[in-house]
C-alpha cells in the first residue's frame, strides 16, 4: 500500500511514500529566508531512504519522510547541522523533557540573546553615525564625529561586531552554492565598505566615501529580523501554551489504597513522573491539580475547567463514572480516577500532535512562493550584476544628467544624499551610481517574506483554533473550505442530539394466532425490541434498550444475531416462561420497511400508513416483526440541537448551500429540514451509510465542493470521500480520524466558526503572498533605477535595507490581524 503526495517546495511530479515509511520531525536552527528553506531540503532529500522532505520557516522544523531501514534521524540531523543548520530530531509528544530537547530551546534562547546585543550595539553605531552630521544640520560643533575616519571606524566595527555573523553566514552560503538573505545583504554592504575603504585611501580616484551605508544596512536589517522574531514568537504562543498544559506529575495510589468507594487520603498517594503512569493504575487528584492523564473518576465530585481542550470557559461538574482528560483543571474537589489513556493517547497529545502537524505542513498554493525562492537569490544576484553593467556603459551615457554634481560623501554639503530617498541625487562618477543602484537591488531583495507568507498565517490560525476548540489538521484543509460551495449534515446525532427517546410502542392489532404469545403485549414486543438490539450501540438501539430498562424489562437469551447498518438486526430469542411456557423461539426482525421486505415480511397499507403518520411528526419509525408477521412498531423520536436553525441560517448567509443526509424516511426527514428551513431539494434521505460516499461523489462530478459533517462510524466513508470532513469530538473514533476539522465543544455553532477561520486563515495567506510578490516586484525596479532618468528618484542602499527588513516584518504582523478577528474571548 502507498499513498502519493507532491513535492510542496517545488513543482514537482508526485512522490510515492511507501507504507512502510516512517515520519520524524527534526527542530532545525539557523534558517534565515525561503533560500534556507530550500538548502534543508536538498540537504535532506538527497539523503539515502529520505522520500519526502518539508521545511517550516515559521515554526523551523523539518517533517522527513524515511525508510527506517535505510535513512537514521539522528544522522539527518547531524548532516544538517555539519551544513550550517544546528538540528535536533523532535521525540515524541510527551517526551519533550529530554535532554536534546532542551537544547534546541536552550540555544534558540541564546539566538535571542545574541541578536538582542547586535541590535543594541548597531543602535548605538547608527546613533554615533547620526551625530557626525549634527554640525551639518544644525551647525552644533562636535569635534571628531564628523571626521571621515571616524565614520570608517564606526563602518569596520558594524561589520566585524554586529555584522560579522551575518556576512559569515552568507558567505558560507554562498560557498555551498546555496546563497540565502545574508548572503545578498553580505554583497550590499561589503560592496559599500571595500568601495569607501578604497575611496578613503586613494583620494586621487575623485570617489566619494558612503561609509554611513553599511553602518544603517546593519541597523536596520537587525531591527527588522529582532521584530520579525518578536512576531513569529507572539504567532507560535498559542502551541506553547497547549505544551505548558501537559502535567509534569502524578500521584499514584498503591493497589492496596485503592479504595472502593470515596475519595482516598493525601497520605495514600505518591507522586511519580506523568509519563510512567500505566492504563488501569488508579491516581488522586487534588483541587488545583492539572489532571495528568485521561481516566475516569472512580471515587469523589469535583468541577474541571476544561477551557484549553474546548475553548469553553464554564467549569462542568464531574462525578463517578464520567470521563476526565489529560491537562484539564481540577477545580473544587479531590477526586479518584482510573486511567484510561497515558501519554501520547491522551486526548491532550493528540491535540498537540494535530495542531503541531498542521503547523509544520505547507499549503499548496505555497508551493509557487517556494519555486520563485529556490532561485530567488541567484536572480537578484543577476539583475544586480546587469543593473551594475546597464548603468556603467549605457544608463550614465543616456541619461548623464543622473550625475548631478556634487558629492555624496561624509561632510559634503548635499544634504539630500542623507535621505533615504534622494531625489535629484548628485553623483561623482558612473562607477559609484552603478554600485549605489547595485547594492541598493541585493539588499532590496525580500526572500524572507516569500518564506514567512504561508507559515506565520497558518500558525496563528492553527493557534487560535486550538485556542477556541477548532482543530484543523493540515494547511490544504484551509484551501478546501474557501473553495466549498455546499456543506451537507448527517441527521442522527448531528442536526438532532443524538439522544432520541421512545416515544410509542404500537401493537398491530389483533393478530389471533397461535404465532404469538398468549399474553402478547406492548410490554413484551418492548422486551423482544431490547433483546435483539442488545448486540449494538446505535443510537435508535440504545433508547430502546433505555425505555426497556426504565420498564424494568429484562434481556432475554437471543442468538443468530444478523444486521445491516442503516437497514435493521435480526434474531432468535428465546421467551420467558412467563410470557411463554414452552419457551418456545421466535425470530424477531427490527428495522426499515426494506429491511422487513428482504426477510419476506409483507407489510399491508394500513400499517404503511400508520408509520407514515408518525414520520410526518418527525419520528423515526422501527418495524417490529415476530416469525414473519408484523408485530407492532416502536416510533423513536430525537430532538433537533437547539443551536442548528441558527447555524444553518448564518451557513447561507455566508453562501453555502446546505443539504442534510440520512438513512431515515422522507417523511421524517421533511420535519426535520421544516424545522430548519431547508427545501424539499436540500433532503437526501433513505439513503444507505455505503451509499452516502457514492453520493457525495456523484454532487462532485456535478460541480460541487462538498464538505461533510458527521460524528458516527457510518459517516467515515462520506467524511473522507467530502472535499472537507468535519467531525463532532463526541463521534466515534474513526470518524474524528477520518475528518479535516474536529470540533471539540460539540456546538454546531463552531461549523461556521471553523469554517469563517478557515477562511479568513486562507485569506491571510493569500494577503501575504501578494505583499510579498508585490515588495520585490516594486522593490527591486525601484532600486535598479528605473524611476532615476524621469523622476530622479534614486532608493539608496540604506533605504533598500529598511525596506527589505520592514517586508518581512510587515508579513508577520499581518498574520497577527487574525487576532482581533477571533479573540479567544469570543468563545
Not at 583620494?203 to 536589517?221: H, N, R, S, T, Y
Not at 470540533?743 to 486563515?761: A, G, N
Not at 520592514?806 to 508579513?811: A, C, E, G, P
Request: proline share 6%.
Amino acid at each position: 500500500m502507498t499513498q502519493s503526495v507532491s513535492s510542496p517546495s517545488e513543482m514537482a511530479p508526485e512522490v510515492v511514500i511507501p507504507a512502510s515509511a516512517r515520519t520524524i520531525a527534526i527542530d532545525v536552527t539557523g534558517m534565515k529566508c525561503a533560500g534556507c528553506v530550500r538548502a534543508v531540503e536538498q540537504e535532506l532529500t538527497q539523503c539515502e531512504g529520505v522520500v519526502s522532505a518539508t521545511v517550516n520557516l515559521a515554526t523551523e522544523v523539518a517533517t522527513v519522510q524515511y525508510q527506517p531501514g535505510t535513512a537514521n534521524p539522528v544522522k539527518l540531523a547531524e548532516k544538517l547541522t555539519a551544513a550550517g543548520f544546528p538540528s535536533q530530531p523532535r521525540l515524541p509528544v510527551g517526551d519533550r523533557t529530554s535532554t536534546g530537547q532542551i537544547d534546541i530551546q536552550e540555544r534558540r534562547r541564546l539566538e535571542t540573546q545574541q541578536q538582542l546585543w547586535r541590535l543594541a550595539i548597531a543602535t548605538l553605531l547608527l546613533f554615533l553615525s547620526a551625530l557626525g552630521h549634527l554640525e551639518l544640520l544644525a551647525g552644533i560643533k562636535l569635534p571628531g564625529l564628523s571626521n571621515i575616519w571616524f565614520h570608517c571606524g564606526l563602518a569596520t566595527v558594524a561589520l566585524l561586531g554586529p555584522g560579522r555573523a551575518m556576512l559569515i553566514d552568507g558567505w558560507r552560503r554562498l560557498r555551498r552554492n546555496a546563497p540565502n538573505m545574508n548572503t545578498l545583504v553580505s554583497l550590499g554592504t561589503l560592496t559599500a565598505y571595500t568601495t569607501s575603504l578604497i575611496a578613503l585611501l586613494f583620494p586621487q580616484l575623485g570617489w566619494e566615501c558612503f561609509f554611513d551605508e553599511p553602518v544603517m544596512l546593519v541597523g536596520f536589517i537587525l531591527l527588522g529580523r529582532t521584530l520579525e522574531q518578536q512576531a513569529r514568537q507572539r504567532a507560535a504562543s498559542a502551541f506553547q501554551s497547549l505544551l505548558a498544559l501537559q502535567p509534569k506529575i502524578a500521584r499514584l495510589i498503591p493497589a492496596q489504597e485503592s479504595p472502593p468507594g470515596g475519595s482516598p487520603t493525601a497520605s495514600a498517594a505518591i507522586e511519580i513522573p506523568a509519563d510512567s503512569v500505566r492504563v488501569g493504575e488508579w491516581l488522586q487528584v487534588l483541587p488545583g491539580d492539572k489532571i495528568p492523564v485521561d481516566g475516569e473518576i472512580v471515587a469523589g465530585q469535583t468541577t474541571v475547567d476544561e477551557s484549553m481542550l474546548t475553548g469553553e470557559s464554564i467549569p462542568i461538574l464531574k462525578q463517578p463514572g464520567d470521563l476526565v482528560a489529560a491537562g484539564t483543571l481540577n477545580q473544587s474537589g479531590t477526586i479518584a480516577l482510573r486511567t484510561t489513556r497515558t501519554g501520547q493517547d491522551t486526548t491532550l497529545a493528540q491535540i498537540i500532535a494535530l495542531v503541531e502537524a498542521a503547523q509544520t505542513q505547507k499549503a499548496p498554493i505555497q508551493r509557487l512562493a517556494d519555486a520563485v525562492a529556490g532561485y530567488f537569490t541567484y536572480g537578484v544576484m543577476t539583475i544586480a550584476t546587469l543593473t551594475f553593467c546597464f548603468w556603467y556603459f549605457f544608463g550614465t551615457h543616456l541619461w548623464p544628467e543622473v550625475l548631478g554634481t556634487g558629492d555624496w560623501g561624509i561632510g559634503s554639503s548635499h544634504l539630500m544624499s542623507h535621505h533615504f530617498l534622494t531625489h535629484h541625487p548628485t553623483t561623482p562618477s558612473p562607477l559609484l551610481l552603478s554600485l549605489k543602484l547595485a547594492i541598493a537591488v541585493l539588499v532590496v531583495a525580500c526572500p524572507c517574506a516569500l518564506g514567512l507568507a504561508t507559515p506565520t498565517a497558518i500558525l496563528v490560525g492553527s493557534g487560535i483554533g486550538a485556542e477556541r476548540g477548532l482543530l484543523i489538521r493540515g494547511s490544504d484543509i484551509l484551501e478546501r473550505v474557501s473553495h466549498l460551495n455546499t456543506i451537507i449534515f448527517d441527521k442522527t446525532g448531528t442536526l438532532t442530539t443524538g439522544k432520541p427517546t421512545v416515544t410509542d410502542c404500537l401493537l398491530i392489532s389483533p393478530p389471533h394466532s397461535s404465532t404469538f404469545p398468549p399474553l402478547y403485549s406492548s410490554s413484551t414486543l418492548l422486551q423482544l425490541a431490547a433483546s435483539v438490539e442488545s448486540g449494538t450501540r446505535h443510537p435508535l438501539a440504545i433508547a430502546i434498550q433505555q425505555q426497556a430498562q426504565q420498564q424494568e424489562l429484562p434481556v432475554l437469551p437471543a442468538q443468530d444475531f444478523v444486521t445491516t447498518p442503516g437497514l435493521g438486526v435480526g434474531a432468535t430469542v428465546l421467551q420467558d416462561a412467563v410470557s411463554d411456557p414452552d419457551q418456545r423461539p421466535v425470530r424477531v426482525i427490527l428495522g426499515t420497511l426494506d429491511w422487513l421486505e428482504q426477510h419476506q415480511v409483507k407489510v399491508d397499507e394500513e400499517i404503511q400508513q400508520q408509520a407514515q403518520s408518525l414520520a410526518q411528526a418527525g419520528k423515526t419509525v422501527v418495524y417490529v416483526a415476530v416469525n414473519d408477521r408484523v408485530a407492532g412498531m416502536i416510533a423513536v423520536l430525537d430532538i433537533l440541537r437547539p443551536d442548528a436553525e441558527p447555524m444553518v441560517t448564518e451557513l447561507k448567509r455566508m453562501g453555502l448551500q446546505v443539504m442534510m443526509l440520512t438513512g431515515d424516511r422522507q417523511e421524517t426527514a421533511t420535519a426535520i429540514a421544516q424545522a430548519l428551513n431547508l427545501p424539499a431539494e436540500a433532503i437526501l434521505a433513505e439513503v444507505r451509510p455505503e451509499a452516502k460516499a457514492h453520493l457525495i461523489a456523484n454532487l462532485q462530478q456535478q460541480g460541487y465542493r462538498v464538505a461533510m459533517v458527521g460524528d458516527g462510524i457510518n459517516d467515515a466513508p462520506a467524511l473522507a470521500q467530502a472535499d472537507v470532513g468535519i467531525a463532532l469530538h463526541s463521534g466515534t473514533d474513526v470518524a474524528t480520524e477520518t475528518a479535516g476539522i474536529i470540533l471539540m465543544r460539540d456546538r454546531l455553532t463552531d461549523v461556521v466558526e471553523s469554517i469563517r477561520l478557515s477562511r479568513v486563515t486562507f485569506h491571510k495567506i493569500q494577503q501575504n503572498l501578494f505583499w510579498a510578490f508585490a515588495y520585490n516586484i516594486l522593490g527591486i525596479p525601484l532600486a535598479a533605477g528605473v524611476l532615476l532618468p524621469t523622476l530622479g528618484i534614486l532608493l539608496s542602499p540604506a533605504a533598500a535595507g529598511a525596506m527589505m527588513a520592514f517586508s518581512s516584518v510587515s508579513v508577520v504582523m499581518n498574520s497577527l490581524l487574525l487576532y482581533l478577528t477571533f479573540s479567544p474571548s469570543k468563545s
